[in-house]
């Protein structure tokens, strides 16, 4: 499952932002933490006044949408909508005219950015914006592998670098898992799970440049690197407190992986599978019970060429 950090809402004046939001946060308890413009106003008032800065604004953009955990809502209601909302309550500082430029230009960042995983535009009828809104919201994460392949096509066949860090929950140390059924890839999982077990046997006993047995609750050397497209794995675990009943309260048990490169058409898939079943045999082998999963397990990936070949 993925947690969304911020959904932001985006659109000219008079499409409804501050609407939406009160709806959202009413319909869902105020779930969702959602923020009123960002990046994408800033790029477009900036063109609108041919600011210097519209390169790096956009740059900045791509990189909030290459971050699944991040949502955008662009909001595009039909001009004689806009129009009609200008004519009952007028703005302050804009005239029609200038609505009408700044809508243009939000069409523009759509036709550039509008493919992202990340960004839902809706044209619905007002009746409807609320619940496109939250079943794009409810849906997020549901197909990683998918997201992070139609970023890749909205980059023009590469998206760098993407991120997203998912909640692992209960049961994740047993979750069955095909990974190793993808025969081309089957010898290179099996090397990065050999050596990250072997890594982690090695430093609980010390063998290791400082002849000092590792502590699971306290190491930071749980850790795998290679040149090769998973370039790196890494466990990080904390302890927190037993409840009466031996749960855990607190604490957190973290990976973290980069990878160099994936094929996001052939490859992502088997490697996402893979990935989290790496992180089940990884807490198997410190000793870990389904019990004493912290609340906050997570794994967190970063891809430094989202590729299509």
């Known amino acids: 499952m993925i947690k969304l950090k911020n959904v932001t809402l985006e659109g000219p004046d008079l499409s409804g932002k501050t609407t939406l939001m009160s709806q959202i946060h009413k319909k869902t308890n105020n779930k969702y933490n959602i923020i009123d413009r960002s990046v994408m106003s800033a790029l477009v008032y900036s063109m609108y006044y041919d600011r210097p800065n519209v390169k790096l604004l956009e740059r900045q953009l791509r990189n909030e949408l290459n971050d699944l955990n991040n949502r955008t809502i662009i909001l595009m209601p039909a001009t004689d909508v806009l129009s009609k909302r200008y004519n009952d309550r007028g703005d302050e500082i804009q005239t029609w005219k200038d609505i009408i430029v700044i809508n243009n230009l939000y069409e523009q960042i759509i036709k550039k950015f509008g493919k992202y995983s990340t960004i839902k535009v809706i044209r619905s009828k007002q009746s409807l914006v609320l619940k496109t809104a939250l079943d794009y919201l409810e849906n997020a994460g549901n197909n990683i592998p998918q997201e992070v392949m139609l970023n890749a096509v909205a980059s023009d066949r590469e998206a760098y670098p ?40 090695k430093e609980n006993v010390g063998d290791n440049p400082y002849n000092i047995k590792q502590d699971p609750k306290k190491t930071r050397r749980y850790i795998y690197a290679d040149d090769s497209c998973i370039a790196l794995f890494h466990m990080m675990y904390r302890d927190g407190e037993k409840d009466k009943n031996g749960l855990m309260i607190g604490g957190r048990l973290n990976f973290y992986a980069t990878l160099r490169s994936s094929d996001v058409v052939n490859i992502f898939e088997h490697d996402y599978k893979f990935l989290k079943y790496l992180c089940g045999e990884c807490a198997k082998a410190i000793g870990m019970k389904d019990y004493e999963i912290p609340e906050e397990t997570t794994l967190s990936v970063t891809i430094h060429s989202a590729h299509i070949i």
Do not use: H, P, Q, R
């Open 162 to 201: 993407v991120k997203f860090e998912v909640d692992l929950g209960a049961g994740f140390m047993t979750a069955i898992n095909d990974a190793f059924d993808f025969e081309s890839e089957k010898e290179y999982y099996t090397k990065i799970l050999s050596k990250m077990l072997n890594t982690i046997t």
